[in-house]
């Protein structure tokens, strides 16, 4: 039966966030055709990983026999969280702009899982694996729209979730999330309502053919 990786990052709980409530959508699909399947779940805004030390780190490149209590404990909690990773079938990423990159709390878990020599280099444990990641953010920064270089949720998560971790990345995208709230954006509200139904949308349709192309 397969494993979803189900990682939240947002600050605001239930329907009050946007990416929660794209990820809720493709969750709720996935287990539809998965009724069997397993969901591992976590909300980092709620139970944050820790930051990366240097225990941490440096444990991911020493003989295991010859780590500390400190680092053997860091490493520990890396291992786990990775084996997390190396078991999921597909794995499922809400991660919305904020100070137009990703919440530090999703960074943590990256610099936790990416670990040279095991889920990255030259054979990356966790390669192929699907991961959709559900970018929400208040503005547009489209191609072709004003704030097009200020981009750095779908630049940098291409670069470590494919590039670093080989993972096979797909993005669905709610945009303008802020205007319903920001008076000079009302005209964008009928965009922002089309974002919003068309990844809600994407989110049923993505996570039945995943769930499908998995059974085959
Ligand atoms: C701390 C913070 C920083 C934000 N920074 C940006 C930003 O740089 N660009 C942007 O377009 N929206 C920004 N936003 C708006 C969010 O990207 C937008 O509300 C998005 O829908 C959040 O998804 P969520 O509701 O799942 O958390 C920010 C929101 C917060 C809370």
């Known amino acids: 039966?397969?494993?979803?990786?189900?990682?939240?990052?947002?600050?605001?709980p239930g329907e009050a966030s946007s990416s929660r409530a794209v990820t809720d959508a493709f969750r709720r699909t996935w287990q539809e055709q998965h009724p069997g399947g397993a969901v591992i779940y976590r909300d980092l805004a709620v139970d944050p990983v820790p930051h990366i030390t240097a225990d941490a780190h440096t444990a991911g490149f020493a003989d295991p026999a010859s780590h500390t209590p400190g680092q053997a404990a860091a490493f520990a909690e890396r291992v786990r969280l990775i084996e997390e990773l190396e078991q999921a079938d597909a794995v499922l990423i809400g991660a919305p702009m904020y100070n137009y990159?990703?919440?530090?709390?999703?960074?943590?878990?990256?610099d936790n899982v990416i670990l040279f020599g095991r889920t990255a280099g030259e054979t990356p444990s966790a390669k192929g694996t699907p991961v959709t990641v559900v970018a929400s953010r208040?503005?547009?920064?489209?191609?072709?729209?004003?704030r097009e270089s200020y981009e750095y949720v779908?630049?940098?998560?291409?670069?470590?979730?494919?590039?670093?971790?080989?993972?096979?990345?797909?993005?669905?995208?709610?945009e303008l999330t802020m205007a319903p709230q920001n008076p000079a954006m009302s005209?964008?509200?009928?965009?922002?309502?089309?974002?919003?139904?068309?990844?809600?949308?994407?989110?049923?349709?993505?996570?039945?053919?995943?769930?499908?192309?998995?059974?085959?």
């Open 101 to 110: 990159t990703i919440p530090s709390t999703l960074k943590a878990w990256l």
């Open 187 to 216: 005209e964008l509200v009928p965009l922002f309502e089309a974002s919003r139904e068309r990844a809600l949308q994407d989110a049923a349709t993505k996570a039945k053919a995943l769930a499908e192309r998995l059974a085959a």
């Open 138 to 146: 208040g503005g547009s920064y489209a191609p072709g729209t004003p």
């Open 154 to 174: 779908q630049n940098y998560l291409t670069a470590v979730l494919a590039d670093a971790l080989a993972l096979d990345v797909d993005f669905i995208v709610p």
């Open 1 to 12: 039966m397969a494993t979803l990786l189900h990682i939240d990052s947002s600050l605001f």
